[in-house]
Antibody, heavy 121, light 107 residues
Framework: EVQLQQSGPELQRPGASVKLSCKAS????????MYWVKQRPKQGLELIGR????????DYVEKFKNKATLTADTSSNTAYMQLSSLTSEDTATYFC??????????????WGQGVMVTVSS | DIQMTQSPASLSASLGETVTIECRAS??????LAWYQQKPGKSPQLLIY???SLHTGVPSRFSGSGSGTQYSLKINSLQSEDVASYFC?????????FGGGTKLELK
């Protein structure tokens, strides 16, 4: 059974950094891209970027290029996202999501349970 | 970026009713559209991809249709477990973008 298990909720001060984890199981970690998605109430869902665990190549949506850093550890089948210089705008729930694709069709077939990040002084 | 506009933002319906949610793209997305269901406190779950293909295990009361810039998700014979928020997402052009969501409640 495919599972993406994310780390626990975070409370951080403005200006701090936080590193979130997403541990994959039930499939071959290196065979699927892992994406990260941000969700804020009344703001909908936003794509942050992805990592290819096979070679750790990354791709970021423009607005998150200076905010998020994606890494992966194939020895533990875990993907990470570090968020830097936190502000109140980073208060959100963050999901990791596995991408499946074929012939120009892309979809997120498995999602982590989400992790709430709260930025407050 | 392609903008995805969903309507309505919220919807109240009775058990057994048929519900339709609309999603409009700011440009042609050539059926590169997925629908997700998100129950309160849970992560999104894939329902539909390629605008009208039902994902494995999704009940057949869910269906998707549309083309060009206009798409819709239909739920036939609404069940209590369908209470959730629904999001469309285009994957025709990167960055992939999501609609603002439709919150479905029981009347």
């Amino acid at each position: 059974e495919v599972q993406l298990q994310q780390s626990g909720p975070e409370l951080q001060r403005p200006g701090a950094s936080v590193k979130l984890s997403c541990k994959a199981s039930g499939y071959t970690f290196t065979e699927y891209y892992m994406y990260w998605v941000k969700q804020r109430p009344k703001q909908g869902l936003e794509l942050i970027g992805r990592i290819d665990p096979e070679d750790c190549s990354t791709d970021y949506v423009e607005k998150f290029k200076n905010k998020a850093t994606l890494t992966a550890d194939t020895s533990s089948n875990t993907a990470y996202m570090q968020l830097s210089s936190l502000t109140s705008e980073d208060t959100a729930t963050y999901f990791c999501a596995r991408l499946d694709y074929y012939d120009g069709t892309y979809y997120f077939d498995y999602w982590g349970q989400g992790v709430m990040v709260t930025v407050s002084s | 970026d392609i903008q995805m506009t969903q309507s309505p933002a919220s919807l109240s319906a009775s058990l057994g009713e048929t519900v339709t949610i609309e999603c409009r793209a700011s440009e042609d997305i050539y059926n590169g559209l997925a629908w997700y269901q998100q129950k309160p406190g849970k992560s999104p779950q894939l329902l539909i991809y390629n605008a009208n293909s039902l994902h494995t295990g999704v009940p057949s009361r869910f269906s998707g249709s549309g083309s060009g810039t206009q798409y819709s998700l239909k739920i036939n014979s609404l069940q209590s477990e369908d209470v959730a928020s629904y999001f469309c997402q285009q994957y025709y052009d990167y960055p992939w973008t999501f609609g603002g969501g439709t919150k479905l409640e029981l009347k």
